[in-house]
């Protein structure tokens, strides 16, 4: 069976449809939205683990004796105090400080790192890598890659299980090559998308299910299950994590989301580093916040969001928590509203619910349970 029309496929198709897997398209591909059920899968994650096909993200490099250089000048983070085998997340930006995506970047060599970016904007972000590259070598590994994410308490367990080696001194945002995994080697980096603890594995993609099914088998006796895009959506939302399209995108800054401890103003040289320099000079307008809603209704992107009787923003990601049992959201106020405890209210459904206003992340695992991102 072909894929339908102007939708991809990763290499474990086959393994998600003889799963059960719900297929819906999503940033041109078409993937598992969920399984058994997208609250199983959610909860799996936060108690136990889930196993995620991430094989749409892209993969990047920048190599050659001006690859830090380049690095430094695409992202607000700072890539000069990475050791080989570390990473950190960052966006890219516009000179005027819009995002053009966030990443995660390694660095694998000494000359040589590696971009993780988003599925729907890898051929944008290709080209504006390589336009900003100053001399660097620019490769879209993409399609030479599949990646899993294996995630929640029980991940590490889960890994060991399936490799037969521990992963306890994997600090996160580290990574290491050469894993002995279902008769090939892979690259396992402590990394995740989920709140919890968790890893990704990349592999050659002909070797992808072999993987994913030696994980599974690993795992079963930890509580492991497959886990979609659903629960993925539910679990990085109560973690805060930025989805790209939504929270985050070419007309929003770091400074306006909750990122600005990505932007290093002291490095010079980096794309919008004098648009977000102004910026925090003068003070963003508008933040973006996270809000609980005390009533069933559950807020959705594009939601107006209302303040004192006058419209105050939208909802730009909104769902019902399965882990806190309530509908959570974050959304874009005028600054002087984005203070834990503001009023609000969520146009849902022609209906204006009450909201309030709370710290970030709505999530976060209990101490000592691992890393994470």
Same mark, same amino acid.
């Given at each position: ?199 990704? &594995?990349? *592999?050659?993609?002909?070797?992808? $299910? +072999?993987?994913?099914?030696? /994980?599974?088998?690993?795992? %079963? =006796?930890? #509580? ?121 209210? &969520?146009? *849902?459904?022609?209906?204006?619910? $009450? +909201?309030?206003?709370?710290? /970030?992340?709505?999530?976060? %695992? =209990?101490? #000592? ?5």
């Amino acid at each position: 069976m072909t894929a339908p029309e102007g939708l991809r496929r990763t290499p474990l198709h086959e393994a998600h449809v003889a799963a059960g897997g719900r297929m819906v398209p999503f940033a041109g591909w078409e993937l598992p939205v969920q399984y058994r059920g997208i609250g199983e899968e959610h909860t799996a994650v936060r108690t136990a683990a889930g196993l995620f096909d991430v094989s749409h993200m892209g993969e990047i490099w920048v190599e050659g004796p001006r690859a830090l250089d380049a690095v430094q000048r695409l992202i607000t983070n700072d890539a000069g105090r990475l050791a080989v085998g570390q990473g950190l997340y960052s966006p890219m930006c516009l000179p005027t400080g819009g995002i053009v995506d966030d990443v995660t970047v390694f660095r694998v060599a000494d000359h040589a790192y590696l971009f993780v970016v988003n599925a729907a904007t890898r051929a944008k972000d290709v080209a504006w890598i390589e336009e900003h590259a100053g001399g660097a070598v620019v490769r879209d590994a993409s399609d030479e890659t599949a990646l899993l994410a294996l995630q929640g308490p029980r991940a590490a367990a889960v890994l060991e299980a399936a490799t037969g080696r521990a992963f306890d001194g994997l600090r996160r945002f580290h990574l290491i090559g050469g894993v002995a995994l279902a008769g090939t080697r892979v690259t396992v980096s402590r990394t995740g998308y989920t709140g919890e603890d968790g890893f990704e &594995i990349a *592999v050659v993609p002909e070797l992808a $299910p +072999a993987v994913w099914e030696a /994980l599974l088998t690993a795992g %079963r =006796p930890h #509580g492991l299950v497959p886990a979609g895009l659903g629960a993925r959506d539910t679990l990085r939302l109560e973690a805060a994590y930025m989805l790209y399209g939504n929270d985050i995108d070419e007309t929003t800054s770091p400074l306006e989301a909750p990122l600005g401890w990505t932007v290093k103003l002291d490095k010079a040289g980096f794309i919008g580093r004098e648009a977000l320099l102004a910026q925090k000079t003068a003070g963003v307008g508008r933040r973006l916040v996270g809000f609980e809603i005390a009533d069933r209704a559950i807020p959705r992107q594009h939601c107006a969001i209302w303040a004192d009787q006058a419209p105050a923003g939208e909802v730009t990601s909104g769902s019902f928590s399965p882990t806190l049992r309530r509908p959570i959201g974050l959304g874009y106020v005028p600054a002087a509203l984005a203070l834990p405890g503001a009023a609000l209210q &969520i146009e *849902v459904r022609d209906r204006r619910v $009450p +909201a309030t206003v709370v710290r /970030l992340p709505f999530y976060r %695992r =209990p101490a #000592g349970s691992g890393e994470t991102r």
